[in-house]
């Protein structure tokens, strides 16, 4: 009996074996090439969270050319306006979700001249400051304007192109990275409307179109260990106002008030490449913050007549409504009439 549990349990192992042959052996796989630099954990993400924050400065000239072009077209105003030279200074407030708060602080200067009895034409420059948190620039400009008027009508011009030079700072991988860059802008505005007179009262509806594009330069960061490079790129922006503007004048108070729908036409939200520095092959397309396309824009303000050849104003600019985005300023200018 040992004898056949012994040849029973070789025939059962014979019959398994025959079932299930063992593998051959594999080939011994070739050596890998070596791998490149490996991203740093979690750097996609890191990207796609900071890239909106390394691409704020052009969509700040965005809103500042938006904020100059309600300067300036307060400040020029419909034709009949005296000729000599004025100058304006602003603070604003701007404030897009995802980001922090950005305060600016700016001054415009600029002179005019009547040509003939419905023509003025000026130029006008400027330079502002912005900051926050992670976030600091300067720019300047130059540009001119023209106002043709007539029979309550009036059609005004700006054209205006800069630069600027901006620094950023934000926590990176065991370190703060820092960059600094330039950047361009150009906007060009055109409005035209009505206003009819009631005794002190002026009032009439207005339309404006905007067109504006800005640039920055290439940079990349420094001081963590996990910098990235953001890539040169463009924005543009095309917006329309419909909206009515009234200004009433007691004495030697003269009180504004304007009130517009605005649209914007072009895509609201900011494309950049970014890469982790050294790595090209970590390269990345993120979106920044989509901002509304509808907003409405408030103008109010006074200014009181110091003498026969000079005033002083005090105003609002706001844009109130925009999703994603709030804007406010404050402007005070003065004005030197020969």
Known sequence: MKWIAVLLFL???????????????????????????PTPPHSTPALARN?????????????QLETLRNILLSEVGYGGREIGLWAASHGDFEKEEGSSQ?????????????????????IAGGYSHSGSSDLD????????YLIIFGS???????????????????????????ANSSGWFFS??????????????????????????????AFSETGSDA????????????????GTEASYNWNKLTFKLSLAWEHEYTDTTSFTEVNVVGIPSSLTTVAGTSLGHDSMIVNAGFSYQVTERASIGLGYAGQIG????????IIGNIRLGF
């Open 227 to 242: 910098p990235v490079t953001v890539h040169s790129g463009t924005q543009g922006s095309t917006v329309s106002d419909l």
């Open 51 to 63: 890239a909106r924050r390394l691409s704020l400065s052009s969509e700040l000239n965005l809103g």
């Open 188 to 217: 060009e505005v055109a409005q035209g409307g009505y206003n009819a007179k009631w005794n002190n009262l002026s009032i009439g509806p207005y339309a404006m179109l905007q067109y504006a594009i800005v640039g920055n330069g």
């Open 102 to 122: 950005v305060a600016t602080e700016g001054i415009i200067v600029a002179a005019d001249k009547r040509l003939f009895d419905h023509l003025v034409v000026g």
């Open 137 to 144: 620039l300067n720019s300047g400009w130059g540009g001119g």
């Open 322 to 329: 925009r999703k994603n985005e709030e804007s406010n300023s």
């Open 152 to 178: 309550g009508f009036y059609l005004n011009q700006t054209a205006i192109a800069g630069g600027d030079y901006f620094s950023t700072t934000r926590s990176g991988l065991l370190g703060t990275a820092r």
């Open 11 to 37: 025939f059962l192992a014979l019959l398994a074996y025959s079932q299930h042959p063992p593998h051959p052996p594999h080939p011994p796989h070739p050596p890998h090439p070596p791998h490149p630099t």
